[in-house]
């Protein structure tokens, strides 16, 4: 059975930091590429990061320069370390686990909350 769990989320003040995990299980964690998404009220699902099983990384326009991912693969588990917040990043953010175009898992999401 896959799981793909996140935890890490909270309430944070403006400028803070934050650090996400994201452990999977019943897969080879080290084929997928992994990412980390986030939806805020109102809003679609965009991507914030994204690190391929080589170990490239890319991100999303708003949180470049703030936001670092990286992959433990002896742990399993892709983090998503959070600096500077402000309060556009609140949101619920997921981790996808994703192997091609028909094998893609995500987890139950954590809140994340910026106060200004």
């Known amino acids: 059975q896959v799981k793909v769990m996140e935890s890490g989320g909270g309430l944070v003040q403006a400028g803070g930091s934050l650090r996400l995990s994201c452990a999977a299980s019943?897969?080879?964690?080290?084929?997928?590429?992994m990412g980390w998404y986030r939806q805020a009220p109102g809003k679609e699902r965009e991507l914030v990061a994204h690190?391929?099983?080589?170990?490239?990384?890319r991100y999303g326009d708003s949180v470049v320069g703030r936001f670092t991912i990286s992959r433990d693969n002896a742990k399993n588990t892709v983090y998503l370390q959070m600096n500077r917040l402000k309060p556009d990043d609140i949101g619920v953010y997921y981790c996808?686990?994703?192997?091609?175009?028909?094998?893609?898992?995500w987890g139950q999401g954590t809140q994340v909350t910026v106060s200004s």
């Open positions: 690190i391929s099983r080589r170990g490239s990384t």
């Open positions: 019943g897969i080879t964690f080290s084929i997928y590429n």
């Open positions: 996808n686990a994703d192997l091609n175009s028909s094998t893609s898992y």
